[in-house]
């Protein structure tokens, strides 16, 4: 059976590795039907402000897999990553990067990794959606659905479950942010209970960087969220001794799309000299979800075979490096090598993995749509006087002028600057600058306020030379707050 896929040849070194990475896959007689999308620098120069063609999005919706090189982004304003684009567009929602050591054939400060960092990759710090709300303040969205938690958590341990792994764990940081980030373990909490046959954990995430880079050899399965993923799947790729011989998935319910980690390394395109083993490493995670267990092995087999017989590219030149080869060179090596085993290396073998599942999410998201009652107790008003740092933008007096112009349904409860009551606290504090947030609710402390009382705030502070610059209704839910307080000094 030909099965179609897409293929984006990327930038810089992209083009190379892949039509390496092509070739080992003809060789191997896997049976694809390719198609070429153009996605990357030359759309950006056709104005395509996400680095997609709009033509081509027909057939990464339809084809069963896209197989993608490194993709160049432009700096500034106005472009979006391609990679965020298709992440959010195709619904990939899970991000997958195997991290191993090949030690003692690479060199690696820590010769025992092996383990599958799994982010949730829709949301989280990398959503783009940012705002400057005055001359001084510049502010990023962040954003955590109880859905996606819930989702990325069951497909950490089905993937746990299905490739034999025995511990997930759960990094975080909901000390600090602790509705998003406290969401998201509460999640992961709830998935576990239904495996358990796989040990679960959680660290902090500070903490949990620390230890993946003294101590990989602790983890097995890490799921977490978007950026702090990110950072976790580049130290353990670090360590191990390459970042170019790592290879990511992007899966979601419909499609799927396969990747290096590295960048389009643009200093040395074009030289025949870059490593094709990322994006190898990834077509084989490509075999893999696309049901060709035994292509996947069998190349897999020949590219360990070639790594431990020291024909290596120049990244990972070491002391077990035989001989330096170029990116075509080291692909026939590895073509060469098809149909034999590693010597030294652990084998590889699919004869007992299937398709990773998360079916069993679907009963668990009833929680992220339940019915609760929903009341507006108030609004977080965010406020600026336009740049102008003088001496009448004080908490206090910023107090006064509000407490002679508000209505008697509404009233001033605190006055807040970076998460910090700064009013009725810090009368004096020094670090207000030009913007700052008031919380306005009913006069009557925790009882519901209309919204017609809250937006006509705005009005009010107008004429007492105050910018509203955002506005943040504050709602509870059974009963419960959906805000956070701000903190007390």
Not at 236 to 248: D, K, L, N, R
Not at 280 to 304: E, T
Request: charged content about 20%.
């Amino acid at each position: 059976m030909v099965i179609p896929i897409a293929v984006v040849y990327g930038d810089g070194v992209g083009p190379e590795i892949m039509e390496a990475t092509l070739l080992i896959l003809h060789q191997a007689k896997v049976s694809l039907a390719i198609e070429s999308v153009e996605a990357g620098e030359k759309a950006y120069k056709k104005h395509w402000v996400n680095g997609v063609a709009d033509s081509a999005w027909s057939v990464l919706s339809r084809v069963n897999a896209i197989l993608k090189a490194p993709i160049y982004t432009p700096s500034g304003t106005g472009y979006h990553s391609v990679n965020v684009s298709m992440r959010k567009r195709l619904g990939l929602y899970a991000n997958i990067r195997p991290v191993l050591s090949y030690y003692p054939f690479v060199s690696s400060a820590k010769p025992n990794v092996d383990v599958v960092i799994i982010r949730e990759n829709e949301e989280g710090a990398y959503t783009g959606v940012e705002y400057r709300r005055s001359y001084n303040l510049l502010e990023s969205i962040r954003s955590i659905t109880i859905f996606n938690s819930i989702r990325i958590s069951s497909y950490a341990f089905e993937y746990a479950k299905t490739f034999g792994r025995k511990k997930v764990d759960c990094l975080v940081k909901d000390n600090i942010m602790k509705m998003t980030d406290g969401c998201f373990y509460e999640s992961f909490q709830g998935v576990s209970k239904r495996y358990p046959e796989i040990s679960n954990g959680k660290y902090i995430v500070d903490i949990g960087m620390a230890r993946l880079a003294a101590k990989p050899e602790d983890f097995d399965v890490i799921v977490t969220t978007n950026l702090y993923g990110d950072i976790a799947s580049d130290i353990a790729a670090e360590i191990t001794g390459s970042v170019g011989m790592a290879g990511s998935a992007n899966i979601g319910d419909n499609s799927a799309m396969f990747e290096a980690v590295h960048g389009t390394a643009p200093d040395i395109a074009g030289k025949n000299i870059a490593n094709p083993s990322g994006l190898l490493n990834a077509a084989i995670m490509m075999l893999l979800h696309l049901g060709l267990y035994d292509k996947a092995a069998v190349i897999q087999n020949a590219w360990l075979r070639t790594i431990e017989s020291g024909m290596h590219t120049a990244d990972i030149n070491g002391e077990k490096t035989v001989k330096l080869l170029g990116t075509k060179e080291f692909a026939a090596e590895v073509i060469n090598n098809l149909g034999m085993m590693p010597r030294v290396l652990p084998k590889v073998s699919y004869d007992n993995v299937c398709n990773v599942s998360v079916a069993n999410y679907e009963d668990s998201l009833a929680t992220a749509i339940k019915t609760e009652k929903r009341e507006l107790l108030g609004a977080d008003i965010q406020v600026a006087n336009d740049g102008k740092f003088d001496s009448e933008f004080t908490a206090d007096k910023i107090a006064s002028r509000i407490n002679t112009i508000i209505n008697e349904n509404v009233s001033l409860c605190v006055i807040f600057c970076k998460g910090l009551n700064i009013w009725p606290k810090l009368y004096e504090y020094k670090g207000l600058h030009d913007c700052c947030v008031l919380r306005m609710a009913n006069s009557s402390v925790g009882q519901s306020v209309s919204y017609k009382d809250l937006v006509m705030c705005i009005d009010k502070f107008k004429a007492i030379g105050l910018i509203t610059t955002k506005i943040d209704f504050l709602f509870s839910f059974d009963g419960k707050p959906g805000f956070a307080f701000a903190e007390e000094y």
